[in-house]
């Protein structure tokens, strides 16, 4: 026998008893006996024992099957008490590839049968099996290839997708039509159908989804993701049409990018379809499609179906290759290309690893980032290519703390002094102090010594070493004249350290520039009187260096040279520019500033300048001519002078300000200005100003600054003020502040956002959740979370770790009160009578739920009356017989209905029928009807949950059998029970959720108290107690006591919610659903939307029987457990298009209401929508009992016109107008028409007052009120009030005196305590406390229309408050609006004026300042001690004997009368408690205290406000030694056993600190032998070896022995049967170490295309993340103890091998000396193509300086030439003589 193909296991077939053949898989070593060549083999897997066979082959196989024990696993402490023995390994897998199944075994150790099953199985082997390895099926069926069928051999191939029995082996004989099944069922793993992952095992179809596990509905979506949302890829649709023409054959369609899915092309016309193929690699193809058939294009496999004029194109992906779909041209005639596919996002955003964190040490954040992954690729892109897909969603940066120890401590500097000198060296210090910085941040100084590992950083350091400046004077020019006494001048220039012109030298310091020098030649002419300053080049020279500024690094003022004179003879002026400038110093040039950048000064720009006198002669300069020339100065100055030139423009332009006169210096022949240095400093004349501008200014805003911000982090606010304010005069300082909209500019901001970073993490905690019980002490809970507030405002929730302070607290005690009695009351008794009418009656107690929580029965008249038909009800049962005839008893019987109702439509109104089960949204209406024979209705009764029912403004019980409930809400789920007589149905109502689950049903206050145990009670109500709650008090359903559960309509529970969870639903339900009038889908608009959202939308409420579910139950229950979910999920779809044909042919019988009547079906009633759903509607009302008017309060109807003056002797009129009597009127005729049900009843009333009827004032039957012969009584404000069950509604009407002004007035007095807005009529006195809002109506009427005016103390009230239609409201009233409010109306028949008093009230409590009480204790006793009152206590502890004075502080108004009392009774009433009752109530002296006097002292203190108590407690202290009993013996048995007596120190009673009995006598106490006797044998255990495996399941063990402890103290080991019939043995061995075995997983090393570091050197990524040994994902934190794999590392890059490339150094600007520079060009180019890049590729390395100093030689050792470029103008000037120039000039002034 041949063996089958791979990937399988060898399988024989084996003929078992003749004819009949199996298939039998062989797992390993063939065995068992050979007969006529054939080999009896196990079979695999093992399966039930169903038939003969497999039981002959079971048999067989337990025969010689021996099991390894140590591949069964340990069994756990919870299986040992299991019949079952632990699972064993799973065995091999069933295939090597295509997915196969493994099984795992267990045996049964019990002698009887175990419950459940012996075998489970498990997917594996789940990849994709080679091309060549064929159909795992066809395999099977050519096994039977060489076995003859009916005398002849056959080449079987597989029948697949056989819906009837996909796992039965059924094969078609080649070229027959002959099927045959050759075995029931194929081998495991096979799958079910060809198109699907479900496989057969055990001969059943079991589901399998797309991530290959058992029993898993995982699906894929479009894209290919196993169980994903669709999210990776898009739908491409489109339609192509050719256009082609001759020169061009063809066209291009469509491009389908590689990985895309679902492609289907549909081409209609004449022209051809064909494919262009492009892999990653780089590989083309093209494909023509010539014909019919499935083809391999690129890998991928096509289907190709070809007609006349149709060609279509199947791919189902993914594509392996991109592909372009082509058309070629056949024919003239256009073609049309549809095409369909969905496309991969191949760039996707993924996150990225955890930033460095942000500090070493003392805690720290990391971020991670988002980066765009192209998956083609697998490299990094731009981020714009994920950005191109709207359905990319860049993940959020997720943040973590790092690095969270404590850092060491270290020196912290404060930042250096200025330096102490300028120039020529200083110092400059700095504080240093050793620190230590917490996780917030702060910095703490701590010992120094702290720091000693590390060098403590210098606090002084020298600074500004430099030289300062100094000045430098050149050498002396000759003398000015050649005999006699002249002058000689120098050049004197400040150098600074660098040899810079510069300032800073000390003009004090500063050598003088000319000095008189002496020539011995004798002058033969009059001796001189003054020496003659030189004129020449050389005065001119040195007052220009004089004057002269070098640039330097700070801005200063430039001049450049005078110009010449503006006259050749005379007196002209010089100008010259002066240039705010500065030096670059790393450029070494000079930039233009503008001139309010430099400080100082400006020098002057012009001055004067003689040339002589103007006779055409230049005279020689001579002593003796001196005097002319200073005459001719003195000319010179005259010829100048200051005068007023206007006025400067106004400092304010409004408001008032000044203008000052503008003087300017003149020339006073031309009348032109000039510069002031030419006018005379001390002529200038006084400062002139004069007023200006003198209008108010506009109105503008005033802008305030910001306030602190509301918060340190996070996003927080800052206010300002912002008014509107007008200046009327700066000279009085008069501002006047005005309204908001006189100001025209737009309001500047109030509020700004401020300090926008994150917060560190803290505690937030929820709201507290209700308490979970009114009374009788009660627990409420709410969330802390450990939350960050983020700078945009948002909260992000973090692990509590990351939280460093305490949790506040999650749960509190509450309602710490006792509860106020009630009744309890049992069951009804029977029926008195046993026919007929009779009565039941029920007893009742009273019961208080203590604060403690303990349930107490108290006296019954502390309970509230109970009504008498609480305790006793009629009955009614079946009629008497009549004397004389048989008595034939007839039960009541309740007509009930089985069904289950579920609503899915959003509906106000539902009508139903007891016996059956509702499932219903909340916030409908639901009518309950219990329909009865042989009962009376109005003796129905109904029961919730087994608690009698009465009518409320929730639920209403009708007397005719119905129950309403309006709105339903969670609390109303429960059971219903309809009685009558002995007759009980019962009516289940469930909830649906907002997420399409079912609403828990919430534990009702009441069975929470009746399950505490009744305490405080004497033994015999204790028995009776526990008699009620065993059967009186059982009010529970007939289940309940039968011991079911107490829900009975939990069993459907599952069924219905897979009912609304289903999906399948006929497509003709959505058709008739959209044919419904939009005003029925639209009902649900102003209910909750949550709810409606989750659930399925059907048009109508599903209905259908209950005994329907039950079949379901009973079938599911019969089918084996992990079978249950498919067969559940097959008979919910059934039972779904049962429900659907049911409501089609509901709906037709609805259209044809004649042929039958309609069984009731939940819809709600009276909705006008469409016919269809009006006649179901109309067929619920009949079947509920018949429509009836729906219930509502009372409107009256207004009618409402304006006033107008009557005259016509009868006046009929409505409500709402005013009615003015006059001197004809004989009737007035008052109508009020009222709408409601039930009718509402009318009355009439006037001025507040019921009216009285007579024979002038009637009451018509129609409900109008006649007035006849009005007279002046009769005028007045006549109310219409209209009631009913539901409400009432009130309308009036005024009825005046010839038009005179009316008032409706009350006077009542309101006091007012707790309401936050009280409204009344004028008249009334108003009393209320602070904070409240108060409307005062002043009702006014009159013809015409009476005016109203507002008074308050009889001034009037302006516009700021708030009056409305005659109304003042005062809001937040305090003390200042305490006063008289009147309100006067008038016109022109008169006015008329009413008052309401409004007193302001402040309830008692306690005063801030507490010192005058203290002094008024003080004053009281000065030597006693006392102590304050307080609502929380206070105690004071004395001494026995003493007195004390208790204050009671306490202020409000009106003043507070003080009530004291002790231990809850009045002081007074008190005998042998000596008090005085002192300071108006307000002191207590209580004196000669005792152990009786002791206690709890209270003051009440009240007022019309409200109330308070405040309490304190005096005690007695008296300290005492107690010896109490023994203590528990130390040991049961050894001997070593002891009780020591316990000795306490008490204070009355209870136990305080010994230390309080210091001064009493101690009693002696001694320890006592106890228990000193064998102790039982018992296990002792030594501790557990260490475990065999760190990770993944380990084993420990540890030894067990049995020993017995004798009561001389020696252990002696004994049998361990005597341990085992004591106690359970201790296990031995245990499992450790389960947690998974991890590891750090990374991917491969990314492109190298990150920031440059080196040369060639650059950073790439990888992806790290952890897993498990087996390769599944799992959460970083789950590796976090393993040292983590490094992400980044360096990495050769061709991108970074650059480096800067120089010039060569330009020509030196001088040749020698200090002043000579040189500059090159400095870049960045790549190594290989040498060109340039940018430059920060080369940030890596220190760029090259671009500017160096050259040349730094002195010239002196140089040749003489010119080292500057100056020279010529040096020697024009004549400056060679000086060695400053003539060393630098050496060639030029060495020429003659």
Not at 44 to 66: I, Q, W
Not at 519 to 538: D, F, N, S
Not at 627 to 650: A, H, N, R, S, V
Not at 1319 to 1324: A, K, P, Q
Request: hydrophobic letters at 30%; charged letters at 20%.
């Amino acid at each position: 026998m041949a063996p089958l193909a791979a990937p399988w296991n060898s399988a024989l077939l084996v003929r078992i008893f003749g004819s009949t053949w199996c298939l039998l898989f062989v797992a390993g070593q063939v065995f068992g006996d050979q007969n006529d060549g054939l080999v009896f083999l196990r079979e695999f897997p093992l399966v039930r024992r169903e038939d003969f066979y497999e039981d002959f082959l079971s048999d067989l196989m337990n025969s010689d099957k021996t099991e390894d024990p140590s591949s069964r696993t340990t069994r756990s402490e919870e299986d040992r008490d299991s019949p079952w023995d632990a699972w064993g390994s799973w065995s091999e897998c069933s295939r090597t590839c295509g997915g196969g199944a493994s099984y795992s075994l267990r045996r049964c150790l019990g002698s009887k049968s175990c419950e459940g099953r012996n075998i489970r199985y498990r997917t594996c082997s789940n990849v994709d099996c080679p091309p060549e390895a064929g159909d795992f099926r066809a395999q099977q069926c050519s096994a039977h290839n060489d076995v003859k069928h009916h005398g002849q051999f056959y080449e079987w191939l597989p029948v697949s997708n056989d819906h009837d029995n996909p796992c039965s082996l059924k094969c078609q004989a080649k070229g027959t039509a002959l099927i045959v099944e050759l075995a029931p069922k194929v081998l495991d793993g096979t799958r079910c159908y060809t198109e699907s992952l479900d496989m057969c095992i055990s001969g059943i179809c079991q589901m399998v989804g797309c991530d290959h596990q058992l029993g898993s509905n995982a699906k894929e979506d479009n894209c290919g993701v196993c169980s994903g949302d669709g999210s990776t890829c898009r739908l491409v649709r489109g339609q192509y049409k050719s256009q082609l023409s001759a020169p061009k054959l063809d066209d291009t369609v469509v491009a389908i990018p590689y990985g895309s899915r679902h492609v289907l092309l549909i081409l209609r016309g004449p022209d051809h379809l064909y494919l262009e193929t492009k892999t990653l690699q780089g590989t083309k193809g093209e494909n023509s499609l010539s014909s019919t058939g499935t083809f391999l294009v690129g890998n991928s496999s096509a289907d190709f179906q070809k007609s006349l004029d149709k060609e279509t194109l199947k791919m189902a992906g993914p594509l392996t290759a991109d592909f372009i779909v082509k058309i070629r041209n056949s024919e003239p005639i256009n073609s049309t290309v549809q095409f369909i596919f969905y496309q991969p996002i191949i760039h996707r955003w993924r996150e990225t690893d955890f930033f460095p964190c942000s500090a070493t040490c003392g805690g720290g954040y990391q971020l991670t980032s988002a980066e765009c992954y192209d998956l083609r690729s697998n490299r990094v892109v731009a981020d714009q290519y994920c950005n191109y897909y709207p359905e990319n969603i860049k993940p959020k940066p997720k943040l973590q703390e790092c690095n969270l120890d404590p850092c060491p401590a270290r020196w912290e500097a404060t930042p250096w002094t200025a330096c102490s000198s300028s120039c020529g060296g200083g110092i400059q210090s700095r504080t240093v102090s050793c620190v230590e910085e917490d996780i917030q941040g702060h910095m703490t100084s701590v010992e120094e010594w702290k720091c000693m590992y590390r060098p403590k950083t210098p606090i002084v350091q020298p600074c500004n070493i430099f030289d300062c400046p100094k000045w430098l004077a050149q050498e002396w020019s000759p003398c000015t004249v050649t005999c006699g006494q002249g002058l000689r001048y120098r050049v004197v220039l400040c150098i600074d350290h660098r040899g810079m012109h510069t300032g800073g030298c000390s003009p004090k310091t500063k050598p003088h520039i000319k000095e008189e020098c002496i020539i011995p030649t004798p002058c033969y002419k009059p001796k001189e009187k003054l020496p003659v300053e030189a004129r020449g080049p050389w005065y001119k020279q040195a007052q220009e260096l004089e004057e002269g500024a070098a640039v330097s690094e700070e801005p200063s003022f430039i001049p450049e040279a005078w110009s010449a004179c503006t006259v050749t003879c005379g007196v002209g002026t010089q100008v010259r520019i002066v240039k705010c400038q500065v030096l670059l110093s790393f450029s070494q040039s000079v930039a233009d500033l503008p001139v309010d950048e430099c400080e100082g000064p400006k020098p002057a720009s012009q001055r004067a300048c003689y040339a002589g006198p103007c006779n055409g002669e230049v005279p020689e300069f001579h002593p003796g001519e001196t005097d002319d020339l200073l005459g001719g100065l003195q000319d010179f100055d005259e010829l100048y002078d200051w005068e007023y030139e206007g006025f400067t423009k106004c400092s304010e332009s409004c408001g008032g300000g000044v203008q000052e006169a503008v003087v300017s210096c003149l020339n006073k022949q031309t009348r032109e200005p000039a510069d002031e240095n030419l006018c005379v400093t001390s002529r200038r004349p006084p400062k002139l100003l004069k007023a200006c501008s003198l209008d108010p200014c506009p109105s503008r805003w005033e802008i305030g600054k910001w306030s602190p911000c509301s918060l340190t982090c996070g996003v927080g606010l800052q206010t300002r003020d912002v008014f509107c304010s007008q200046v009327r005069s700066r000279e009085m300082n008069e501002t006047v502040i005005l309204a908001d909209d006189l100001c025209r500019q737009h309001k500047p901001s109030t509020v700004q956002a401020c300090n926008r970073f994150n917060c560190p993490p803290a505690w937030y905690p929820a709201q507290w959740q209700p308490c979970s019980r009114t009374c009788g002490g009660g627990v409420q809970k709410r969330e802390v979370l450990c939350k960050q507030l983020m700078a945009d405002g948002s909260f992000l929730e973090l692990p509590e770790t990351f939280c460093s302070t305490s949790k506040l607290a999650s749960q509190q005690a509450c309602k710490k009160d006792d509860c106020p009695s009630e009744w309890l009351l049992s069951d009804w008794s029977e029926c008195s009578t046993s026919c007929g009418e009779g009565t039941q009656t029920r007893s009742a107690i009273c019961r208080k739920v203590l604060k403690t929580g303990v349930s107490a029965i108290v006296n019954s008249s502390l309970c509230p009356p109970l009504p008498f038909s609480s305790s006793i009800r009629p009955c009614m049962l079946a009629a008497c017989a009549r004397p004389g005839r048989p008595s034939t008893k007839h039960n009541p019987h309740i007509t009930a209905a089985r069904k289950i109702y579920i609503q899915t439509p959003r509906q106000r109104k539902l009508h139903f029928v007891v016996g059956g089960f509702a499932y219903l949204l909340p916030k409908t209406a639901v009518v309950l009807r219990c329909p009865t024979r042989r009962f009376r209705k109005p003796l129905i009764t109904w029961e919730k949950d087994g608690q009698h029912l009465i009518s409320s403004a929730h639920v209403t019980v009708a007397p005719f059998g119905f129950l309403k409930i309006h709105r339903l809400k969670p609390s109303d789920a429960g059971i219903y029970t309809c009685s009558a007589g002995p007759a009980r149905e019962q009516f289940v109502i469930k909830l649906i959720g907002g997420n399409q689950k079912l609403v828990a049903r919430p534990v009702s206050l009441r069975s929470e108290e009746e399950a505490l145990p009744v305490r405080k009670a004497n033994p015999k109500e204790v028995l009776q107690t526990h008699k009620h709650q065993n059967g009186i008090f059982s009010n529970g359903s007939k289940a309940e006591k039968r011991g079911l559960a107490a829900d009975p309509g939990s069993h459907y529970d599952d069924l219905v919610s897979r009912l609304l969870e289903q999906g399948g639903w006929p497509g003709e339900l959505l058709a008739s659903w959209e044919v419904q009038d939009s005003t029925e889908r639209n009902t649900s608009s102003e209910e909750d939307q949550n709810a409606e959202q989750a659930l399925v939308h059907l048009p109508f409420t599903i209905v259908t029987e209950q005994r329907r579910l039950d079949d379901i139950l009973r079938n599911l229950s019969q089918q084996p457990e992990e079978l249950r979910d498919v067969y559940s999920k097959h008979l919910v779809a059934q039972l779904a298009q049962e429900i659907f044909r049911s409501h089609v042919e509901h709906q037709d019988t609805l259209l044809k209401p004649s042929e039958q009547r309609i069984p009731p079906v939940a819809i709600p009633p009276r909705k006008p929508v469409s016919s269809f759903t009006s006649l179901l509607r109309t067929s619920a009302g009949e079947a509920g009992g018949g429509s009836r008017r729906p219930h509502r309060k009372p409107t009256i109807l207004r009618k409402i016109s304006a006033a107008q003056q009557l005259s016509a002797s009868e006046v009929v009129t409505h409500l709402g107008q005013t009615v003015a009597l006059a001197s004809g009127t004989l009737s007035v005729l008052l109508h009020c028409e009222a709408v409601g049900n039930p009718r509402p009843t009318i009355s009439w009333a006037r001025n507040g007052e019921e009216v009285q009827f007579s024979d002038r004032i009637l009451l018509q039957p129609d409900d109008s009120l006649q007035i006849l012969a009005p007279v002046e009584a009769d005028v007045g404000f006549y109310t219409c009030n209209a009631t009913n069950a539901l409400g009432y509604d009130s309308v009036s009407i005024a009825v005046t005196l010839a038009g005179k002004p009316l008032v409706k007035t009350s006077r009542m007095t309101v006091i007012n305590t707790k309401e936050p807005a009280i409204t009344v009529d004028i008249g009334s006195t108003i009393k209320t406390v602070q904070g409240v809002n108060v409307t005062i109506n002043c009702q006014v009427a009159g013809v015409p229309e009476a005016e109203v005016t507002w008074f308050k103390n009889k001034s009037k009230l302006g516009s700021s408050h708030h009056l409305h239609e005659g109304s003042l409201l005062l809001t937040d009233v305090s003390s200042s609006d305490q006063g008289l409010y009147s309100c006067r109306a008038a016109n022109v028949h008169g006015e008329l004026t009413e008052n309401t008093q409004l007193l302001i009230l402040d309830p008692p409590q306690v005063p801030t300042q507490l010192e005058d009480i203290r002094a008024l204790l003080s004053a009281t006793g000065p030597n006693l001690p006392s102590v304050l009152m307080s609502p929380l206590g206070t105690q004071l502890v004395l001494d026995p004997g003493k007195s004390a004075l208790l204050g009671c502080p306490i202020k409000g108004h009106p003043t507070p009368n003080i009530t004291w009392f002790h231990g809850g009774r009045s002081v007074a009433a008190i005998t042998g408690l000596t008090h005085h009752i002192l300071a108006a109530g307000q002191i207590l002296q209580v004196a000669n205290l005792n152990g009786e006097s002791q206690g709890e002292f209270s003051c009440l203190a009240q007022n019309e406000a409200g109330v308070l108590v405040q309490k304190a407690s005096l005690v007695v202290q008296d300290y005492w030694w107690s010896v109490d009993r023994l203590a528990t013996c130390s040991a049961s048995c050894g001997n070593r056993g002891i009780q020591q007596p316990r000795l306490r120190c008490l204070l009355n009673s209870t136990e305080v600190n010994p230390s309080h009995c210091a001064g009493k006598v101690r009693p002696a106490v001694h320890p006592v032998p106890c228990n000193r006797r064998d102790c039982p044998s018992r296990w002792m255990v030594t501790s557990w070896s260490a475990c065999t495996r760190s990770c993944g399941g380990g084993i420990q063990t540890r030894r067990v022995t049995c020993q017995k402890l004798k009561a001389s103290g020696i252990s002696t080991p004994v049998s361990n049967d005597m341990c085992t019939q004591l106690a359970k043995r201790p296990v031995d061995t245990q499992a450790c170490n389960q947690q998974l075995c991890v590891e750090w997983a990374f991917s491969s090393w990314g492109q190298c295309n990150g920031p440059c570091i080196g040369p060639r050197l650059a950073v790439q990524h990888r992806q790290v993340f952890c897993q498990t040994l087996d390769g599944v994902a799992l959460p970083s934190e789950q590796c976090s103890a393993l040292p983590r794999p490094v992400s980044t590392q360096n990495c050769w890059s061709e991108a970074c091998s650059v480096h800067w490339r120089v010039s060569l150094w330009t020509l030196c600007t001088a040749t020698c000396g200090n002043y000579g520079f040189q500059s090159r060009r400095v870049e960045c180019v790549h190594a290989r193509t040498n060109k340039a890049v940018p430059e920060h590729l080369c940030s890596w390395g220190p760029r090259p300086a671009n500017w160096q100093r050259c040349n730094i030689t002195p010239c002196e050792n140089m040749e003489c030439r010119d080292t500057t470029r100056y020279c010529e103008k040096v020697k024009q000037l004549k400056l060679c003589q000086l060695s400053q120039f003539k060393s630098r000039c050496c060639g030029t002034c060495g020429k003659v």
